[in-house]
Nanobody, 119 residues
Framework: QVQFETSGGGVVQPGGSLRLSCAAS????????MGWSRQVPGKERVLLAA????????YYSDSVKGRFTISGDTNNNTVFLQMDNLKPEDTALYYC????????????WGQGTQVTVSS
């Protein structure tokens, strides 16, 4: 089992920036990738960004490509999501997770942090 401690959400105006952090603990030695997803009520979870934990490969959904950047501190098992040029449609609960398989298959997600983009 991997546990996640997520922080960094909040309220920001359109065009603003936020940086999310997620510290993983527990069975992290099998991690292949870490990623960020988001979900709004009544809709499915969407994978936004992911990175191979040993480096070299990343994934971004079209909706955030060029605005969001995923990065990681492997020494501290922490993954970050830098979010720039935020839009009202980015409002959602944001989750981090880890995968033992590939960039896209996540069996568990953290508790989520709320991001609200509003003027």
């Amino acid at each position: 089992q991997v546990q996640f401690e997520t922080s960094g959400g909040g309220v920001v105006q359109p065009g603003g920036s936020l940086r999310l952090s997620c510290a993983a603990s527990g069975r992290t030695y099998t991690t292949y990738a870490m990623g960020w997803s988001r979900q709004v009520p009544g809709k499915e979870r969407v994978l936004l960004a992911a990175m191979k934990w040993t480096g070299g490969t990343t994934y971004y959904s079209d909706s955030v490509k060029g605005r969001f950047t995923i990065s990681g501190d492997t020494n501290n098992n922490t993954v970050f999501l830098q979010m720039d040029n935020l839009k009202p449609e980015d409002t959602a609960l944001y989750y981090c997770g880890s995968s033992d398989l590939d960039l896209y298959s996540y069996y568990s997600w953290g508790q989520g942090t709320q991001v609200t983009v509003s003027s």
